[in-house]
T-cell receptor, first 119, second 115 residues
């Protein structure tokens, strides 16, 4: 069965610290997609990144970087020089293969990691 | 481009009532998915619609239903509300393509409280 585990329930850091959010997934599919979403207090999920199972290149976007390792089924997210505005709940998600054509396939979310960045 | 909009933003109902939530996807997006978010169960997939047809369904009872209109707007309905249906209901739209697995863009959600 597909599953996403975010073992860190809450993390608290001081501004400018680096922080890594862990994500471990389980799937029997050979083709799958992984996502990270941010949920600020307003509640809206904000898309951060999508990665397919054939692309293990790490990605960097400004202060954000992602480390995808198929060997350990992990897709970790690092924020460098954290800022107060980074405070939010972060979700890792796995996209299950669509059951048939014309479907996106549903997202299977981890429980989320609440990040608090203090000034 | 306007984002995904959901109405109403907040709703209070009593047990046994029914409720209808509405979602307007991003212009040009034809796939709409619904998710339920609760503190205990987290984010769970409800269903997905494309071209007015349900394409995928999560593991929820039949009290939860939905539909999609020709303009891609979607509604979900929950009948005979239970206390456990209190949750944030999130709608997401996506530009469906043959490859699937596209990023889904979420709306702000409807906060449903069942008393």
């Amino acid at each position: 069965a597909q599953k996403v585990t975010q073992a860190q329930t809450e993390i608290s850091v001081v501004e400018k610290e680096d922080v890594t959010l862990d994500c471990v997934y389980e799937t029997r599919d050979t083709t799958y997609y992984l996502f990270w979403y941010k949920q600020p207090p307003s509640g809206e999920l904000v898309f951060l990144i999508r990665r397919n199972s054939f692309d293990e290149q790490n990605e960097i976007s400004g202060r954000y970087s992602w480390n995808f390792q198929k060997s350990t089924s992990s897709f970790n997210f690092t924020i460098t020089a954290s800022q107060v505005v980074d405070s939010a709940v972060y979700f890792c998600a796995l996209s299950e293969a669509p059951p048939r054509g014309g479907s996106q396939g549903n997202l299977i979310f981890g429980k989320g990691t609440k990040l608090s960045v203090k000034p | 481009k306007a984002g995904v909009t959901q109405t109403p933003r907040y709703l209070i109902k009593t047990r046994g009532q029914q409720v209808t939530l509405s979602c307007s996807p991003i212009s040009g997006h034809r796939s709409v998915s619904w998710y339920q978010q609760t503190p205990g169960q987290g984010l769970q997939f409800l269903f997905e619609y494309f071209s007015e047809t349900q394409r995928n369904k999560g593991n929820f009872p039949g009290r939860f239903s939905g539909r999609q209109f020709s303009n891609s707007r979607s509604e979900m309905n929950v009948s005979t509300l239970e206390l456990g249906d209190s949750a944030l209901y999130l709608c997401a739209s996506s530009p469906l393509s043959g490859a699937g697995h596209n990023e889904q863009f979420f709306g702000p959600g409807t906060r449903l409280t069942v008393l």
